[in-house]
């Protein structure tokens, strides 16, 4: 098991902000690094979002375009071929 790297965010704006600790693989947090750097943002921002986006109902509510295409797609499905599909599937 690798060794968890802490991540100390820091950020100061006109309004009042938490300061949040995270322990992180040390991968993935350079790989957030780099990330959020070619996003031209910062991983605290980045984390921010994930959070607000999880606890925020009225972000759960929202369709991607991706999801809107899909959607009614299997209105006319059959349960049952889709079981015997993952039942040979998953053998």
């Given at each position: 098991?690798?060794?968890?790297?802490?991540?100390?965010?820091?950020?100061?704006?006109?309004?009042?902000?938490?300061?949040?600790?995270l322990s992180v693989n040390p991968?993935?947090?350079?790989?957030?690094?780099?990330?959020?750097?070619?996003?031209g943002t910062s991983v605290s921002?980045?984390?921010?979002?994930?959070?607000?986006?999880?606890?925020?109902?009225?972000?759960?509510?929202?369709?991607?375009?991706?999801?809107?295409?899909?959607?009614?797609?299997?209105?006319?499905?059959?349960?049952?071929?889709?079981?015997?599909h993952l039942s040979k599937k998953?053998?």
């Amino acid at each position: 098991m690798e060794p968890l790297q802490y991540v100390y965010f820091e950020c100061y704006h006109t309004y009042s902000m938490s300061k949040l600790t995270l322990s992180v693989n040390p991968d993935v947090a350079a790989r957030a690094k780099r990330y959020a750097k070619r996003q031209g943002t910062s991983v605290s921002r980045m984390v921010e979002a994930y959070l607000t986006s999880v606890t925020d109902p009225k972000t759960h509510q929202e369709r991607t375009p991706t999801l809107d295409a899909l959607a009614g797609i299997l209105k006319k499905a059959d349960i049952e071929d889709y079981h015997k599909h993952l039942s040979k599937k998953y053998r």
